[in-house]
C-alpha cells in the first residue's frame, strides 16, 4: 500500500498568512493526488484533483502543486472560513489512502 | 443537484451485521463509480470500498475484505454496503462518496460529492 504523510499535523495561522501543507507518498504517484478540507462535523469537500487541477466553485486562494512523491497545498491568503482538517489522497493505485491530515486553526 | 444521502447505521453488537444504503439523485447514477469512505471517531479517513458504474470492477479495503459487501440498485438509485462480522473497529461514520467520471484505475480518480455520513457503533 502507498503511504501518505502531511505535514504539519497542526497550525495556527492568521487571516491573510500564506499557508502551505505538504504531503509525501512512499513511491511515485505521477500526478494523481488530490486534497480534500473537512469542517467537524461535515463530510469531506473536494478542493484540488490531479495535484493542481482547482475543482469548480472552490476560491482561488486554494491551490495544488506537485508530482511524483512530494506534493504542496497552499492557501495564498488565509480565510476565516478556510478553518478544518485538510487531507491528501492519492489515487495512484488501490487500495486509495489518505494523509493522516492537517488541523488549520485561525488565530 | 447531487445528492447522496446514507442511511442504515446504529449500534450492533460485535459479530452483527448492518446493511447500509446510500440514495442518490441529480446525476446519470450508472455512469459513475461509488465509494464507501469511513472515519472512525477522531481519526482520519479511510477508504473501504469501491465499485464501478456498471458493476463490473469492485474493490475492497483489506480491513472488511470478506466481510463487507458493496453493490448497487440501478432502479433505486442506490448504493449499498452489506457489513457482516462486525468488530468493535469498525466503529466510524461512513460515508458514500461519488467518484470522478473516469475509470477507477485511471489514476484520476477522486470523490467529488459526498453524503452527510452516518454513524455504524459496534459495542457489547
Redesign the interface.
Known sequence: DIQMTQSPSSLSASVGDRVTITCRSSQSITSYLNWYQQKPGKAPKLLIYAASSLQSGVPSTFSGSGSGTDFALTISSLQPEDFGTYYCQQSYSSPWTFGQGTKVEIK | EVRLVESGGGLVKPGGSLRLSCATSGFSFSTYSMNW?RQAPGK????VS?ISGRSTNI?Y??SIKGRFTISRDYAKNALFLQMNSLRVEDTAVY?CARA?PYD??S??????Y????ILVTVSS
Open positions: 469512505v482520519g479517513l479511510e477508504w469501491s474493490y479495503a483489506d460515508y470522478s477507477i484505475l489514476g484520476y480518480y477522486y470523490f467529488d459526498w453524503g452527510q455520513g
